[in-house]
């Protein structure tokens, strides 16, 4: 979440940070306003022109021949399956260790999400043992999770996908920007929430490599209708028809505007997410190697989060509160889906003990492009100290931090 705090690092002066450190904290400045302004004072604040000049910059830099802005990565995510035909009847492997729109799209089409493992604690994607071992012959589809926006084996899961006859889709709330992410297969979703790597504050993009598929989405993302108010304007047409289910999933030029000057800094923020990953990286390798740092350093990524595993054992509680105490916010990715209230009543007995592992020993660290290198140093002493002070027969405590999204 993006907390209504003052902004901590912009502005600061050099040495000590004033404010909490946030886990994410969106970039926004004067371009952003000035090109809020120019949207007000032309008059047209609804789909319009930027809307398709921000579908055609994003399909541009992530190599597609087309993309479809939408309100949010959940409805980009719903118009996929919708658009792809998947309904009552099938089932979508979906791994639990995600955020729960990734889960609740499945349910919005009729159809039954069936949660997979990650391959490891340390390798917390998707499994395609796991996956393989959970097909059956109502199984239609794979959504893959691109967690905190490294890369999945893309030639392992196309050939998965392609071996069983199943649709491939990727919900890339995590990897705007990631070289090749929104290529993989049938279709991708991406967000621009506001602790997203770029932000519209809510919104998302389909990609989808099926010209038909995309202009179903296309259509169903405004009712189903032949025609938008926009294009009715230019053509003067006054008539419209319906020629399928639609919902109303569209984008504004508001939010379109700010998209199109956060898409073109992505690369430089993308650039620097990595560099202060590899800081972490290196410092806790250095200070304290008893804390994991899940991932090999070269896959390819562009550090929407940054994840540790606590030692096991780790009283999780105690280390968030001291972490705090030095205003230094964390948070979870994710409580597993499958241990929500709501899900947990419809797959009763469900173990995946990789996913489990992770999410017991997991904490979030502050990461986004407005940091400095000394940030992550205090953010990896902090850690340390914390750590290593705990008592070694101590075991997790049963309260519970407030999930992060
Ligand atoms: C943020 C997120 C979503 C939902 O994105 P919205 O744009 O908020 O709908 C879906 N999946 C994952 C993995 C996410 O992190």
């Known amino acids: 979440m993006v907390a209504a705090t003052p902004l901590p690092s912009r502005g600061a002066p050099r040495g000590r940070r004033t404010g909490t450190l946030l886990v994410s904290e969106p970039t926004l400045g004067p371009e952003e306003a000035a090109a809020l302004a120019r949207v007000v004072e032309g008059g047209w604040i609804t789909q319009g022109e930027r809307v398709r000049a921000f579908e055609r910059a994003f399909a541009e830099m992530h190599g597609a021949e087309d993309a479809v802005a939408v309100s949010s990565c959940t409805a980009a995510l719903h118009l996929i399956l919708h658009g792809l035909g998947i309904g009552p009847g099938d089932e979508v492997l979906v791994p639990a260790l995600t955020f729960v729109a990734s889960a609740n799209c499945v349910l919005y089409v009729g159809a039954t999400p069936v949660f997979v493992d990650v391959e490891a604690p340390d390798l917390p994607l998707m499994s395609l043992a796991d996956a393989a071992a959970r097909c059956t012959a109502r199984t239609k589809a794979v959504i893959l999770v691109h967690f905190a926006g490294y890369e999945p084996d893309r030639e392992a899961w196309r050939a998965f996908a392609r071996e069983r006859g199943l649709r491939l889709v990727e919900d890339a709330a995590h990897a705007a920007g990631l070289p090749g992410a929104g290529t993989f297969g049938d279709a991708a979703a991406f967000s621009f929430y506001g602790n997203k790597n770029m932000t519209t504050a809510e919104g998302g993009m389909v990609l989808a490599t099926d010209e038909g598929v995309r202009e179903t989405i296309r259509r169903a993302r405004a009712h189903g209708m032949t025609s938008g108010a926009h294009q009715r304007l230019a053509t003067r047409a006054a008539a419209y028809d319906v020629i399928g ?148 027969a101590e075991r997790p405590g049963p309260r519970v931090v407030e999930a992060g999204r």
């Open 245 to 392: 289910l639609g919902f109303n999933y569209r984008l504004d030029e508001l939010r379109a505007a700010i998209g199109l000057v956060q898409l073109a800094r992505l690369p430089e923020w993308n650039r620097r997410r990595g560099a202060l990953a590899a800081l972490y990286r290196s410092g806790l390798r250095r200070a304290c190697p008893e804390v994991t740092v899940p991932f090999e350093a070269d896959r390819p990524s562009v550090h929407h989060i940054m994840p540790v595993l606590l030692p096991p054992g780790t009283d999780r509680q105690r280390v968030v509160d001291g972490l705090w105490a030095r205003d230094i916010q964390t948070t979870l990715h994710y409580p597993p889906v499958h241990h929500l209230s709501f899900y947990a009543a419809r797959c009763p007995g469900l173990h995946l003990p990789a996913t489990e592992d992770f999410a017991r020993r997991e904490l979030t660290l502050p990461l986004h492009p407005a940091m400095r290198d000394d940030d992550v140093a205090e953010v990896v002493d902090a850690l340390t100290d914390l750590v290593r002070a705990q008592p070694a």
